[in-house]
């Protein structure tokens, strides 16, 4: 069955990075674009990045834009999410999603918790 | 402050019909299919509703979406204790730099 699985999460001073990672399985990962969606302690979801099924097309919220960067290896069926520059602000459940077109979620993995401390 | 307007909060009893509003301009819900995920407590969200009224197989046709102009809306029938969630529409935006949207969120509360 469809599975996606992120990992990389944990717990990183501010300004630091981190590199969270998706794993990809029971589909055909280079024919569908792939989205990274966050959700903050407590709060709403929030879109954070897109990635076209060839990595030739990407988006980025502008909360994120110039320090994540979203890319993809389709020999190795996996989704990343370079986090650099991190803030506070950045704290939350990021959950990697199949995309069909804009939007259009399905499904979404478990999630992976990222904390941004001192 | 999200792009897409919902309500906050939204009730009914078992066996009722609610519906949750979702409400955005030309730019995005205006000229753009709409989404809809439900959240279960504890777990990752579930697409509920895509392109505007089209339910994925698996969802119960107790769920319905439909969309008049720059609004859209989410209309949950015959009302069970299982439908208790969050609720989240979203849309691409045209006009955004970053062109993804996902409303506020809708916490439904089954009395």
């Known amino acids: 069955q469809v599975q996606l699985v992120e990992s990389g999460g944990g717990l990183v001073k501010p300004g630091g990075s981190l590199r969270l990672s998706c794993a990809a399985s029971?589909?055909?990962?280079?024919?569908?674009?792939m989205s990274w969606i966050r959700q903050a302690p407590g709060k709403g979801l929030e879109w954070v990045s897109y990635?076209?099924?060839?990595?030739?097309?990407?988006y980025y919220a502008d909360s994120v834009k110039g320090r994540f960067t979203i890319s993809r290896d389709n020999a190795k069926n996996s989704l990343y999410l370079q986090m650099n520059s991190l803030r506070a602000e950045d704290t939350a459940v990021y959950y990697c999603?199949?995309?069909?077109?804009?939007?259009?979620?399905?499904?979404w993995g478990q999630g992976t918790l990222v904390t941004v401390s001192s | 402050q999200s792009v897409l307007t919902q309500p906050p909060s939204a009730s009914g009893t078992p066996g009722q019909r609610v519906t949750i509003s979702c409400s955005g301009s030309s730019s995005n819900i205006g000229s753009n299919y709409v989404y809809w995920y439900q959240q279960l407590p504890g777990t990752a969200p579930k697409l509920l509703i895509y392109r505007n009224n089209q339910r994925p197989s698996g969802v119960p046709d107790r769920f319905s979406g439909s969309k008049s102009g720059t609004s859209a809306s989410l209309a949950i029938s015959g009302l069970r204790s299982e439908d208790e969630a969050d609720y989240y529409c979203a849309a691409w935006d045209d006009s955004l730099s970053g062109p993804g949207v996902f409303g506020g969120g809708t916490k439904l509360t089954v009395l």
């Open positions: 999603a199949r995309a069909y077109t804009a939007m259009w979620f399905d499904p």
């Open positions: 990635i076209s099924s060839s990595g030739s097309t990407i």
């Open positions: 029971g589909f055909t990962f280079s024919d569908y674009y």
